[in-house]
């Protein structure tokens, strides 16, 4: 994406716990990836986590708009420059690549601050490209801004990692602006929000015989309204609060209920729902 992802398989991640992280980040310090954290699809903002595999979202780096004359006239030269600058470990080659027009020195700051993590993820065995995953967030909200890629990404080049234990993948977006090829990253908008500052949200769906369809859930950031579908019955954003959950339950012997969390404590818990059918919460 106009972010870096990377992968690590469940028995390889670095030992910090996701939730804990996000709940003791600075806002000036740190925002999500371009989905959001959740352990589910897409998010955290840090980052996707499911049972096989979690994921951590790092930024790119990008600096001066004079970067622009980096860009390449091929796909396959892109990734030859990535290759090459993953193999002699060199910033400044990856620097050179960026599409940044648009970004702010804040927005640079922070993608420097990100950028030591793209070498720190293993040998690396292979890299090419990949289509872009579908389930990719573009643009989100959060701390009172949105973000949006620099540009429309069309692609990503995945990098191939060798672990001492596992494998990881390393995941950035390109684009095709003007004739030339870029990796992109993230520019914010300034929200202009004065409400409170936005807090870690969760959901869970509970119940131990699930068969869960169509979960879909609608929430707060900073003053701007979303909604999401979700592939699993949880759920984690940064934001005002969760207005709205539902799911469709093809049980008979179903029993659970939604219950909805701000900043590590519970908040709201829905009625107990029974066997199969449509089953909401809402705010009150």
């Not at 890299?127 to 890629?149: C, M, N, Q, R």
């Amino acid at each position: 994406t106009r972010q870096v992802t990377t992968r690590y398989s469940s028995k390889t991640l670095p030992g910090t716990d996701l939730k804990s992280a996000i709940a003791s980040s600075r806002a000036d310090d740190h925002f999500p990836s371009a989905s959001r954290f959740t352990s589910c699809a897409g998010c955290a903002q840090f980052g996707i986590v499911t049972a096989n595999m979690k994921r951590l979202t790092l930024l790119i780096l990008a600096l001066t708009h004079s970067l622009f004359a980096g860009g390449t006239d091929s796909v396959d030269a892109l990734v030859g420059e990535v290759k090459a600058a993953f193999a002699a470990k060199d910033a400044k080659r990856i620097e050179a690549l960026i599409y940044d027009k648009g970004m702010s020195e804040s927005d640079r700051k922070l993608a420097f601050s990100q950028f030591p993590g793209l070498f720190l993820a293993g040998k690396v065995e292979k890299i090419e490209t990949a289509p872009l995953d579908p389930d990719t967030k573009l643009v989100f909200v959060h701390l009172g801004k949105k973000y949006s890629p620099t540009y429309q990404p069309i692609g990503t080049i995945v990098i191939h990692h060798k672990l001492d234990k596992g494998s990881s993948e390393t995941a950035m977006q390109y684009a095709a602006v003007a004739g030339k090829y870029y990796l992109v990253t993230s520019k914010s908008e300034d929200l202009k929000w004065k409400g409170p500052a936005d807090t870690g949200l969760s959901l869970m769906i509970t119940g131990g015989n699930q068969d869960l369809t169509n979960i879909k859930v609608k929430y707060n950031q900073s003053g701007v309204n979303g909604e999401e579908s979700l592939k699993y019955p949880s759920f984690s954003i940064w934001g005002q609060y969760i207005d709205e959950v539902s799911f469709t339950s093809t049980k008979d012997d179903y029993e659970g209920s939604i219950i909805v969390s701000a900043a590590g404590k519970e908040v709201a818990r829905s009625e107990v729902f029974h066997g199969k059918g449509n089953f909401k919460y809402k705010r009150k």
